[in-house]
């Protein structure tokens, strides 16, 4: 099921968070300085230590049981309307406390990375992770798709 090109980004209403790959470096770059109306008109290109953690994620879900995808869909709607009450609600289902004593499952541990490396990316990058997963899972992406717009008029 193919996506039309001109779709709106699903994190485009997510405060950016602070990017460790706008450091400055230190010292002039042998490369010719480029134009500014050139140089906007494409995003900057991807960290690799962001582009490593895309891929980490992406190996994980290949390998993630159905129900642990339905788990990844909601929280990754919730990043994607995080002021939206119903995806937030849903996630307090997942929380348990039951087993306080014993160590996580890898899964959970996955999880955390992920929200942890998430929470670093620009929101081109956001972007390009969907674009990145739609490539191999097509009906997933078309899911959270249609999540993210049953969300629309609920608050």
Known sequence: MSQDSGKVSPFSEMPLG????????PFPSPLPSVPDNISNSSPPPMSYITSQEMKCILHWFASWSGPQRERFLQDLVAKAVPGKLQPLLESLEQLSVSGADRPPCIFECQLRLWDQWFRGWAEQERNEFVRQLEVSEPDFVAKFYQAVAATAGKD
């Open 18 to 25: 602070s990017s460790s790959s706008s450091m400055p470096l």
